[in-house]
């Protein structure tokens, strides 16, 4: 039996960005596939705020999987190959509240986002990048039926029967669940897994008419900041919780009015208010706080609000006879940091290399699938500590100002151990085995993990409202960092008082011998290995002309006529 009467090796419930994404590498890779879709497209959906690793993960995925698509979401460079729906992102901002009180232009974070050599990030429009990749997957001859729900999966040694709430049954020899929270396999066998440390509820929606925050608070000059604050994700964080601002509309190519809102906080601080509906209940709460107030004043939602129960749920393990999860089927933390859409990607990718390994090899055994259950709850563990630890410190600024470095180290560590392998990395099986023992921040560079372990470890101990013990934490925390040689310079300045990270980044002190960039030492191998300042500046050259706009535009007219000669 072909696929077009319903046989496949793979089945993929749900076409979000993770099951779309995987659906398109498959085919891709001449898998038979097909997707189940609940809903339709367009369709709205959040987790839009893109970061570096995430784009450094779509950019190998590219290149190994040989689906350029993939890239287009990596980059503002790509605007021409999606469409300007999607916004800018060239920042994280955090701005620090108090009931009553004005914000303090002093107690704000710009943490701004390389511009090279890949160009910014992007605000993702997802039920475009959504429909777009989904469109990829069924190019590269994926089956996609929307508007299908399913009724139940049987699963046994031989392979899968995926019944539809139609009655109608298709058979492959693997099935993954991307269908998020509500994932069927993970309630038929009981896998969900909710003892972490994180606890937050949520209310959100798209809306128009926000203004940029420096337009109705402080001017950008006045913050001292490289960029406006709506040229980024903003966060503004408080006792409790934070809100986040994601506009589309935040550059001269944008053809999209709308802007995406949403308020976390933890219930246990401020409990769910069931007498008011979600909208009334978001304005009360933004009541508390004159300047996040003044941003909404004239702001109005098109669409419906949600309102959530908390958020944080995991899974024992993610896979099984013939199964696994998927992205937010497997476990979903909170979006602070933006951490979803990099679990998500990674999974994709692990789960795409066993799965074409599994069906060259005619052996679909579980234990092929352990790097993703290995590799996915390690991520979801450490952005769950992250998340806990980074409320915590929002209830005391003096916390969040030495907390925010362990943030922004691990990420920057993750990214650049991520370009690293990708640039030297001579196969698909050799970028693998660089990125083993990631676990979402660091780098998986060990002395990372046993200074932020300890600086973990002082804040869970450490009681806000005691200003000797956080006075002592933040000494602490300090001194922690300033014992190793391995913290940039820009990071340092964070420590000491200055509120943003340089917009140019580019300065000839990189190139010094073991106190530039490439460090020394255990982690000069680390994260580079034997490589010379010299072959650094080459392949910074060469993935700067690779990815530039005029180079991507060559490398899309190329593509598109390879595609006609093959219509032809």
């Known amino acids: 039996m072909d696929s077009a009467q319903g046989t496949f090796d793979v089945a993929i419930i749900g076409s979000g960005i993770g099951g779309s994404t995987l659906g398109a590498i498959l085919a891709r890779q001449g898998l038979r596939v097909i997707v189940f879709e609940g ?8 987790g839009e705020s893109m970061i570096l690793e995430t784009s450094e993960v779509l950019r190998a995925m ?7 698509e993939l890239a287009y979401f990596s980059s503002e460079n790509y605007f021409s190959h999606i469409g300007t729906s999607h916004g800018v992102k060239r920042h994280f901002s955090f701005l620090y509240h108090r009931p009553g009180e004005e914000q303090q232009v002093a107690q704000s974070l710009q943490a701004v986002i390389p511009k090279q050599p890949h160009g910014h990030e ?31 999966v049987q699963t046994s040694p031989d392979g899968v029967e995926v019944i539809t709430d139609q009655g109608h049954q298709y058979h492959a020899q693997y099935v993954v669940d991307a269908g998020g929270f509500r994932s069927i396999l993970a309630e ?12 937050s509820r949520a209310i959100f929606t798209h809306m128009v008419d926000v203004p940029c925050f420096n337009d109705v608070g402080a001017p950008r000059q006045e913050y001292g900041i490289p960029f406006p604050l709506s040229q980024g994700t903003l966060h503004h964080v408080f006792d409790g919780g934070w809100l986040w601002v994601i506009p589309f509309n935040n550059h001269p190519r944008s053809t999209n009015p709308l802007c995406s809102v949403g308020l976390q906080v933890d219930p246990r601080i401020h409990p769910a208010r ?24 004239e702001a109005k939602a098109v669409r419906g609000w949600t309102r959530t129960e908390r958020l ?3 899974s024992t393990h993610l896979f099984g006879e013939r199964f696994c999860l998927l992205g937010h089927a497997a476990g979903f933390i909170d979006p602070l940091f933006s951490k979803g859409l990099y679990t998500t990607f990674m999974s994709v990718a692990l789960v795409a290399n066993a799965l074409i390994e599994a069906q060259s090899a005619g052996d679909y055994s579980p234990q092929r699938f352990e790097p993703l259950d290995q590799t996915t709850l390690s991520f979801v563990r450490s952005n769950d500590r992250l998340v806990a630890n980074a409320y915590k410190s929002f209830s005391n600024y003096k916390l969040w100002s030495v907390y925010s470095v362990v943030w922004m180290l691990g990420a920057y560590l993750e990214y650049v151990k991520l370009t690293s392998a990708r640039v030297q990395a001579t196969s698909r099986a050799d970028y693998f085995a660089r990125i083993r023992g990631l676990r979402l921040v660091g780098g998986g560079f060990a002395q990372f993990d046993q200074v932020t372990n300890v600086i973990d470890q002082l804040i869970e101990q450490t009681d806000p409202a005691d200003e000797v013990a956080v006075d002592r934490a933040v000494a602490a925390i300090k001194a922690l960092f300033a014992s190793v040689d391995w913290v940039p310079h820009a990071f340092q300045e964070i420590l000491k008082g200055k509120n943003h990270l340089p917009a140019n980044k580019l300065r000839l002190g990189l190139l010094k011998r073991d106190t530039g960039f490439m460090g020394s030492g255990a982690y000069q191998a680390h994260f580079f290995g034997r490589r010379s300042n010299s072959e650094l500046v080459k392949a910074f050259l060469r993935e700067k002309m690779r990815y530039s706009t005029p180079s991507l535009a060559v490398q899309r007219r190329l593509q598109n006529a390879g595609r006609a000669q093959v219509h032809h």
């Open 122 to 152: 992007l605000h993702l429009y997802r039920q475009d990048s959504d429909y777009f990749l989904t469109a990829v997957a069924i190019s590269y001859g994926a089956t996609v039926l929307q508007n299908t729900r399913i009724r139940d």
């Open 312 to 314: 944080q749920y995991s």
């Open 39 to 46: 809903g339709t497209h367009p369709k709205f959906a959040v």
């Open 188 to 199: 038929k066998f009981g896998l969900r897994d909710t003892n972490l440390q994180a606890h």
């Open 274 to 297: 069931p007498d008011l509906s979600p909208e009334e209940e978001f304005y009360a709460f933004i009541g508390q706080y004159p300047s996040m107030q003044a941003q909404f004043r």
């Open 62 to 68: 590219a290149k190994f999987y040989d689906v350029p």
